[in-house]
């Protein structure tokens, strides 16, 4: 099953808690929904050096015994790095286009241009589409302002974006004392399976084209300045969902959909949500291999904390504490700040 990186096996824990019960008898029985806890392997409470594991309760049967998960044994002197992100949020690419006030010129074509790469999700450069705005002004310009080419501008590619289905960009003229324009990619949906939510690849281009010229060039009075790049941030619940639907894959349904009619009803549970901030640990690791070919399998558990803001970051610090008491100060990361 494919992974989110070179890792041959990667797991998946994902709580909002660190339980307070210390064996695994007792964390079956009384920890909460969505608690989770490092135990080590033997379901005793975790202790220095010795081989873990991470455990998460869950809403399952408790008759069937589907009421926790948990990752493969983790054993303390195969640890390669303990890896921590602090959530961080999406940033989508804005682009801001100046010029027009002091501008308005007459016989004179204002277009803005936004070049859309990966048109139809074909994940290369050289297809691409572009969508554009106009206003084209007189031999008369009295009366007519650098506001109105503006709005113009902004109506005709809005125009256009809404024929496409007004889901790709976010346009807006954000200052009310100046006639700029910024463009900016939309924050795309995750569906499991489907849609990861990759973000709006684009670049922009503003033109201004003297229509009296026999050589109808570019007189280059717009500008445009990039005021963010695109970054998909850290943790973020549309990292989450993608990455739980890939794990999951590997643990509950290797051929996914191929055994219609068993897979009818989705039987592999899920707990990631696309609105919710995630602090990562991840925990790289390898395990011995008997094979003459491959002497180590490369793995990795990520564990995914839950939280709303920095307070919330002490239920991170309570995993990294646990993981300290196994695998030592000096292999974890420092703790993230509360406040």
């Known amino acids: ?17 660190v339980a307070a019960e ?34 998460q309760k869950t809403a399952g049967s408790s008759t069937k015994g589907l009421d926790y998960e948990f990752s493969d044994i983790i054993k303390a002197d195969k640890v390669n790095k303990v890896i921590l992100k602090e959530f ?15 501008n308005v010129v007459a016989n004179t074509t204002y277009a803005v241009e936004i070049i859309l790469y990966n048109d139809g999700g074909t994940l290369s450069p050289e297809n691409f589409a572009t969508i554009t705005g106009y206003y084209t002004t007189g031999s008369n310009v009295a009366g007519v302002t650098a506001a109105d080419i503006r709005d113009g501008i902004v109506a005709g590619l809005n125009y256009n974006l809404t024929r496409r289905g007004a889901g790709e960009f976010v346009i807006t003229t954000p200052d009310a004392t100046e006639t700029d324009i910024l463009i900016a990619g939309a924050a795309q949906d995750v569906v499991p399976g489907k849609i990861v939510g990759r973000q709006i690849e684009f670049k922009v281009n503003a033109k201004t084209i003297d229509n009296t010229a026999v050589n109808q060039e570019n007189t280059q009075t717009l500008s445009t300045t990039v005021v963010a790049e695109n970054h998909p941030g850290n943790g973020t619940g549309k990292y989450a969902v993608n990455l739980e639907w890939f794990t999951k894959g590997y643990k509950y349904e290797v051929y996914r959909q191929t055994g219609y009619p068993a897979d009818f009803t989705e039987r592999t ?9 995630y602090n990562a640990i991840h925990i790289k690791y390898f395990e011995d291999r008997q094979s003459p070919t491959v002497e180590k399998q490369q793995k990795v558990l990520t564990i995914l904390v839950e939280r709303a803001d920095l307070a919330g970051n002490a239920v991170t610090n309570a995993v990294l504490a646990d993981l300290r008491t196994v695998l030592g100060a000096g292999a974890v990361p420092v703790d993230l700040a509360v406040a």
């Open 1 to 17: 099953m494919s992974v989110f990186g070179p890792n041959q096996v990667e797991e998946l824990i994902i709580g909002d808690a």
């Open 88 to 102: 961080s949020a999406e940033i989508n690419k804005s682009v801001r286009v100046e010029g027009f006030d002091g």
């Open 22 to 55: 210390t064996t695994l008898p007792t964390f079956i029985a009384s920890s909460s929904v969505k608690e989770i806890k490092v135990l080590s392997a033997d379901g005793s409470a975790p202790a220095s050096g010795q081989s873990f594991k991470l455990y």
């Open 269 to 277: 549970p899920f707990y990631a949500s696309s609105s919710t901030e």
